[in-house]
């Protein structure tokens, strides 16, 4: 609300059809049919990538726990991430109070590399023998699984 009454503006278009991403829809078709519920419901069988449970049925006594897993599997990140020089504020709003940035930090570099829900690149294979340089803190070194293109950067 803030924005707006300072003047931002948005250009409302009509609802549309958003598609799953190729590689996520190819993945479903192919592993959803061996994916099922472990006995406690707390993990999956069988998940290897895309929506674990496309066709989930209202009747089923497990529908809502389809929902859920369906939903943390979603096709919101891809393989990897890397978001560099970002800002990030939080700010309270309250009842006729001006708006007050209470924290603010800019980050450098965050990046992140899913282990599951591969779909556009191969999972690497982690070996012991490498590491990052000792009291860096990282833990296993994924720069070894990463493309080549950032090999060096941190």
Same mark, same amino acid.
């Given at each position: 609300?803030?924005?707006?009454?300072?003047?931002? =503006?948005?250009k409302?278009?009509p609802?549309?059809?958003? #598609?799953?991403p190729?590689?996520?829809?190819?993945?479903t078709?192919?592993y959803?049919?061996?994916?099922r *519920?472990?006995? %406690?419901?707390? =993990?999956?069988?069988?998940?290897?990538?895309g929506?674990?449970?496309?066709?989930? #049925?209202?009747n #089923?006594? #497990?529908?809502?726990t389809k $929902?859920?897993?369906?939903?943390?599997?979603?096709?919101? *990140?891809?393989?990897?991430?890397?978001?560099?020089?970002? %800002?990030c504020e939080?700010?309270?709003?309250?009842?006729?109070?001006?708006?007050?940035?209470?924290?603010? $930090?800019?980050?450098?570099h965050y990046?992140g590399?899913?282990?599951v829900?591969?779909?556009e690149?191969?999972?690497?294979?982690? +070996?012991? +023998?490498?590491r990052?340089?000792?009291g =860096?803190?990282?833990?296993p070194d $994924?720069? =070894?699984? *990463?493309p080549t293109? +950032?090999?060096? *950067?941190?």
């Amino acid at each position: 609300m803030y924005k707006i009454q300072n003047g931002m =503006s948005m250009k409302i278009v009509p609802t549309g059809r958003l #598609d799953w991403p190729p590689p996520y829809k190819e993945a479903t078709e192919k592993y959803s049919g061996q994916v099922r *519920l472990s006995r %406690d419901h707390r =993990s999956m069988i069988g998940y290897v990538a895309g929506q674990p449970f496309p066709l989930v #049925d209202a009747n #089923d006594p #497990d529908v809502a726990t389809k $929902i859920m897993w369906n939903n943390q599997f979603r096709p919101l *990140l891809g393989d990897d991430y890397d978001l560099r020089f970002f %800002d990030c504020e939080s700010n309270y709003n309250g009842r006729n109070k001006p708006h007050a940035p209470f924290y603010d $930090i800019i980050v450098g570099h965050y990046a992140g590399y899913s282990v599951v829900n591969r779909t556009e690149v191969e999972r690497c294979r982690w +070996t012991q +023998t490498s590491r990052l340089p000792a009291g =860096s803190g990282c833990g296993p070194d $994924i720069q =070894s699984c *990463l493309p080549t293109s +950032t090999k060096g *950067l941190d």
